[in-house]
């Protein structure tokens, strides 16, 4: 049978008008509460104010109006239950059999950078979770309704004379979804009022973004979700202007890059493939640096990913074109630019702020849990960095020194990096021991090692890596330094009269 009472309270009221309509069409009592109410009556619905229902005024400036046993007793009894029936009719309390309810706009309020606390608080709602949760618990007999996209096929369903089962079970795990978000953010916004560094639960909520063809592999499954409150100068807030839609590797590999495009102040290029820099160089401007990066590893460079984090000019547009990329991001690209790269019809250009944006929380998912930590943004510039060689950096190097310490904080560990003249030339990533890392860096640079400087994320067990680094012409190095055996490096690099600097602080990425 059809439904004969409904509760009605929204705050988004897009479609309510059509759909409580229909609801008073079919002969459903419709109850409602404030601003639903009068927007309602002013369409011509007939509708039932909740203080007829409770026998209570609304209270507390709106506070105290749907918290009543007149209301969650017709909600939570089970129509299959006669003792449940016995109660209502013994309490005069009719059955209500339809709730369509959404929330106060916590997250558009907490939105504002002006809101004020108390402002944030008032926009906690208590009712409205209360009611869903109350009919999404007996969904077997109260369809629930949280999102107004579901409204066409409750409607659909009635055609039936009866909302399927299967229908009310979905409405229902969407009820808690919303609500199980609601109080994730209310949660962390509190926490973030408090001292609460690593809170004794977290609760971590976020919201489609775009469903992927698959994930790593052809096999695996995939999504991509958004934190509620992402900062402009991220992939969930980037904007595609060309191409197919993105990949799970896609994805990844394309952060990877942004995330060290921001690094840099002056016009910088970076390429990126399998989460790995292959490329990196700065210039005076957007083409010297895409120049420099491409020169770095021009065979890795080809299908990979690339960030710029100037305007995408004509000139360096059709430098790009010339080769196989899969992704182009950059804050601007000129109108030139896009007539010339969006001849290529695969390509993907993305549009995306490079600003550096505030520290965020990386969660990373393990077997049976998630380690959660503060992103690695410590920067040269807060290091209590100092020579420990006799040999001091000249001018040159020191600036070789400062890119590739930016670097190499993004390349996976063990890592090794060469840099010379402002671009890499040579990185060694993801090797078991160190020094095997440094040979690859070595092998790849080639004949330009000769008066490079090498960066290593981490400290040297041994001097061995000090020894290929002479071997190759390295003239200058930077480490954090810390290993028991860190003398037998200085004394290494003193008899080779190469320049080191210890930083202190380690960049393991795994």
Known sequence: MLPKRALISVSDKTGIVEFARHLDEQGIE?????????????????????????????????????????????????????AHINQLEEHRIEPIDFVIVNLYPFKETISNPDVSYDEAIENIDIGGPTMLRSAAKNHEDVTVIVDPKDYVRVLEDMKNEEVSKELKRELAAKVFRHTAHYDALIAEYLTGKTEANFPETKTVTYELKQTLRYGENPHQKAAFYAAPFAEESTLVKAKQ???????????????????????????????????NP??????????????????????????GIVALNR?????????????????????????EALDILTKKKNIRLIEVSTEQSQVERQVKSVGGGVLIQDEDRFELSEVDYHVVTETEPTEDEWKGLKFAWNVVKHVKSNAILLAKDSQTIGIGAGQMNRVGAANIAIQQAGVKAKGAVMASDAFFPMDDTVEAAYQAGVTAIIQPGGSKRDQDSIDKCNAYGIAMVFTGVRHFKH
């Open 30 to 82: 419709i109850i409602s509460t404030g601003g639903t109410k009068k927007v309602l009556e002013e369409a011509g619905v007939n509708v039932t104010g909740i203080s007829d229902v409770t026998d209570f005024p609304e209270i507390l400036n709106g506070r105290v109006k749907t918290l009543h046993p007149n209301v969650h007793a017709g909600l939570l009894a089970k129509r299959s239950e006669q």
């Open 241 to 275: 202007l060309h191409g197919k839609e993105l990949s799970y590797n896609n994805i990844q590999d394309a952060d990877s890059a942004l995330q060290i495009a921001k690094e840099f102040e002056q016009p910088a290029a970076v390429a990126v493939k399998h989460m």
């Open 278 to 303: 292959c490329g990196v160089g700065i210039g005076e401007t957007i083409y010297e640096a895409y120049q420099h990066a491409y020169e770095a590893d021009s065979t890795s460079i080809f299908g």
């Open 311 to 335: 305007a995408v000019d004509a000139k360096t547009a059709e430098e790009m074109s010339q080769i196989f990329l899969e992704i182009i991001l950059a804050p601007e690209f000129t109108d």
